[in-house]
């Protein structure tokens, strides 16, 4: 046993170390004002220049790497396994083993370069603001005063006609602007933006798509990733998120709302329409639950530009069918509820909550 033990040192040492974060993890749920000056305005910070001045500087998204690399690590251990002349149950104990090791090393590093930042202060509390749950009517006014939002928030981009937009409407810089506006938002809200979080287009278009995702953040390499085939009224806004979420914030629905404040804050035309667009769409959906056949006739009512652009983001959608959509929120909304975030991927929908009541502060 003890030969054993020895010859897998590396992998215990995993496990014992993946362990130790989940405790640690468990225990700053206890302590918000503790996670928040220690590690998302201490440590975080340090591996946030770490990964942005080494990885960050490399031309292509290194998640791409790391999937490929994880897939030659793959073969080599089954070819390893097939090789090696051991008994049914020494293979299996050495596959749970090895199994239990990657595992417990993923957690580890997840939790340490970007996880413990779910037990931080929350936005709401930081900024004073009270969120709630939105009656019928409170909706339905809500909706009116973001439509008017949106249509005047179109009439503003140069250039724009009744016709779909394209991407050519999207500028050459995109990341750096957009990321320039969140840090923006952020510092005007006294959040650090130490670093330079990349903003990736993955390719091929609808790898992420397909699994219901617009964008996803990476933190093992600490790279904000949007999924190319978006539509681009779609891109600025996700892309916002994803940079939310690589300067620390791990809720989704408060990287919904610092998406929006950014875009909506932003000089840039084209993104306060992907804002105000992009939180219309979150309004609707909610109304739509409530009263479809209201939201039917409230559609009607819409301006001719303003549908034509959400037609368009419905026929881009259309072109990415689901694989195991079923299977992904299951999964991914167990996720965010072991995280601490109550409401799972209803989360995402709590922009309309945040957005009414930073409404109301500002009255």
């Not at 001045?53 to 396994?81: D, E």
């Not at 914030?249 to 919904?256: I, W």
């Not at 996720?335 to 009541?357: H, N, P």
């Amino acid at each position: 046993m003890k030969v054993k033990f020895s010859k897998n040192k590396g992998k215990w040492i995993w496990i014992a170390l993946g362990s130790l974060a989940i405790i640690v993890r468990l225990l700053l749920s206890f302590s918000p004002e503790f996670t928040e000056q220690f590690y998302s305005r201490g440590l975080f910070l340090g591996i946030r220049c770490l990964l942005d001045y080494t990885l960050g500087w490399l031309p292509i998204p290194v998640v791409l790497v790391v999937i490929v690399g994880l897939l030659f690590f793959l073969f080599y251990k089954i070819k390893n396994l097939v090789n090696t002349h051991q008994s049914f149950m020494d293979s299996m104990g050495r596959v749970g083993l090895s199994l239990m090791a990657f595992l417990m090393g993923t957690i580890f590093l997840f939790l340490v370069m970007w996880g413990f930042n779910y037990g931080r202060m929350p936005l709401e509390k930081t900024m004073n603001l009270q969120p709630s749950p939105l009656s019928m009517e409170e909706l339905q006014a809500e909706l009116k005063i973001n439509t008017i939002e949106v249509e005047n928030a179109r009439k503003a981009i140069p250039n724009i006609s009744d016709s779909a937009i394209v991407k050519e409407f999207l500028p050459v810089d995109l990341e750096n602007e957009v990321r320039e506006d969140v840090e923006a938002l952020l510092s005007e809200l006294d959040y650090p933006t130490i670093g330079t979080v990349r903003g990736r287009l993955l390719q091929p278009k609808g790898i992420l798509l397909r699994f219901s995702t617009a964008g996803v953040y990476f933190p093992w390499t600490g790279e904000s990733n949007v999924d190319a085939g978006l539509h681009p009224i779609q891109i600025p806004f996700t892309l916002a998120h994803e940079f939310a979420h690589g300067y620390g914030f791990t809720d989704e629905g408060t990287c919904n709302f610092l998406a929006y404040l950014a875009c909506i804050q932003s000089d840039n035309k084209f993104f306060q329409y992907s804002g105000q667009l992009s939180y219309w769409r979150y309004l609707a959906s909610s109304y739509r639950r409530y009263d479809r056949e209201a939201y039917k006739d409230y559609f009607k009512t819409l301006p001719k530009g303003v549908v034509t652009d959400l037609y368009a983001i419905d026929a881009n959608s259309d072109k990415y069918p689901d694989i195991l959509p079923a299977v992904r929120d299951v999964a991914y909304d167990t996720f965010l509820k072991t995280q601490g975030v109550k409401e799972g991927m209803k989360s995402y929908s709590r922009i309309v909550m945040m957005v009414k009541a930073w409404r109301d502060s500002r009255e």
